[in-house]
């Protein structure tokens, strides 16, 4: 059987995760691939004495890896944008095709390493980017490469889907649940990427990228975190119908542009992916030929993020053998087929909201704000309005709106938060039905 020879940077989470999976597998991984996946060389700084490195050569200089002529394919599991930059770099213009689970690598710099892999005739992989073991990277660009793809919507960062089900389920708040999550290991020390949306819009760029077929835009993402989700706003959703998820979303709005944005959002409880709870991740594609169709599994991980890895290198090495195969275009669209949509800016988006006005509890005040409402065109489909606890004057109403252009709602609510009655910031979360 002839060889693949894979050079391994990173020997971290992921890295131990594709050392591990690939020894215990070899033999049906070997079958399947039709080629020997042989581990030559690694870079490493450290002792990793829970690894077995046997017969594996190894170096402390990682572009050393990414240059040796003993590898065909450079595994880049080292992370950040600068040095990881530098060895893909390095590997594709030395011919060698690469393999990587780095989100933010492809997202903000995709564009220049794909126009690389291109000229260099060879493939850079990314499975393990997106929603960690779920291939939905080949579920977009090789399953569903018959639909027309109108949008999707994904729960695509585990860490804040965690503390969004346990805000649910024990009724805690953000930061407690937060700290419980460090403890854990599922978020980092800043968990600014995790929480601030960072990290889903990094992937949400990678999928529309995919399923529209235009170039990465990272920069055109809108971005909200979950950081301002208060426990009463957990309880008014479920008390609608609906549960509170943080999910990259993207549309194509005909002849409009495409919307790409990450934001928490009410969506209806009886929806599979609004019952997707603690570090799983979940992909909700809609498409004219198959409808919907929804992907679960675990987002991240050793071995889920090392099974989506090897199934990259696998189909590198199923391709080896013919090398008119050997190059597959990286967002699965031919070379100089991609379309450059407008991305639309997040006030000409369209959907639904939860507002939550904290008011003075005196009479009068509904009927300014709904005459406000209605005024600007915007219907209220919902309302919970409650008596006010003893010691307070002010009382919390909810309301939701049917289907808007965010800039009416913006304007809506530029004319009620300055009134005297209102004694908060009205909190706003936008809702989609995902039908
Ligand atoms: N963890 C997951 O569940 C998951 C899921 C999907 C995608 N990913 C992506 O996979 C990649 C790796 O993540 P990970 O969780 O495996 O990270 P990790 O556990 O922190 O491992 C990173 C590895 O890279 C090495 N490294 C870091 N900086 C280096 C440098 N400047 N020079 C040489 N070696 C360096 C580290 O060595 P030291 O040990 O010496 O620091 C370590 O072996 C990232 O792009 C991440 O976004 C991770």
């Known amino acids: ?21 690939l020894k215990r597998n070899q033999i049906d991984i070997n079958a399947r691939a039709g080629r020997e996946l042989l581990i030559t060389h690694v ?60 989100k933010a690598l492809i997202a903000e710099h995709g564009n220049e390493l794909f126009a690389i892999a291109l000229e260099h005739q060879v493939s850079i992989a990314y499975e393990a980017a997106v929603a960690g073991g779920i291939p939905i990277i080949q579920v977009l660009r090789e399953g569903l490469v018959a639909n027309k793809i109108e ?21 805690r708040d953000f930061e407690d649940v ?31 990228s995919i399923a529209f077929g235009m170039p990465l835009q990272f920069d055109k993402v809108y971005t909200e975190g979950i950081s301002k989700i208060a426990p009463e706003d957990v309880v008014f959703a479920e008390e609608l119908g609906y549960r509170i998820k943080h999910l990259g979303i993207a549309r194509n709005r005909t002849n409009k542009g495409i919307e790409m944005r990450v934001h928490p959002t009410l969506i209806p409880e009886s929806r599979l992916i609004a019952n997707v709870n603690g570090v799983k991740n979940a992909v909700l594609v809609k498409c004219d030929a198959l409808g919907a169709n929804l992907y679960y599994g675990a987002g991240a991980g050793a071995e889920p993020t090392a099974s989506a890895v090897i199934s990259d290198i696998v189909d590198i090495g199923r391709s080896l053998d013919n090398e008119a195969d050997a190059f597959v275009p990286a967002l699965g669209f031919s070379s100089g087929k991609l379309c450059d949509f407008t991305i639309l800016p997040i006030e000409e988006v369209e959907c639904a909201n939860y507002l939550r ?79």
């Open 1 to 21: 059987m002839k060889q693949v020879k894979l050079g391994l940077c990173g020997l971290g989470t992921v890295g131990g995760g594709v050392l591990n999976v």
């Open 43 to 102: 870079s490493a700084r450290r002792e990793y004495p829970h690894l077995d490195l046997n017969g594996i050569k190894i170096s402390t200089n990682p572009m050393d890896v990414a240059l040796d002529p003993d590898v065909d394919v450079l595994v880049e599991l080292i992370g950040g944008t600068t040095l990881a930059k530098e060895l893909v770099i390095a590997a594709l213009k030395a011919g060698k095709h690469v393999v990587t689970a780095n």
């Open 357 to 435: 006005f904290s008011v003075l509890d005196r009479p009068g005040v509904l009927s300014h704000i709904a005459t406000v409402f209605s005024d600007l065109g915007i219907s209220i489909e919902a309302l919970i309005q409650r008596e006010p606890l003893e010691d307070q004057d002010h009382v919390p109403l909810i309301m939701l709106t049917a289907v808007t252009e965010e800039k009416r709602i913006n304007k809506a609510l530029a004319q009620i938060e300055n009134q005297e009655f209102i004694r908060q910031q009205v909190v706003r979360i936008r809702v989609e039905s995902l039908k």
């Open 178 to 208: 937060l700290r419980e999550a460090q403890a854990l290991g599922y978020a980092e020390a800043d968990p600014t990427f995790d929480v601030e949306g960072i990290d889903a819009a990094h992937k949400l760029v990678i999928l529309a």
């Open 151 to 171: 949008w999707l919507a994904g729960i695509i960062n585990g860490t804040g889907n965690f503390i969004l089900t346990e805000m649910r389920d024990k009724g």
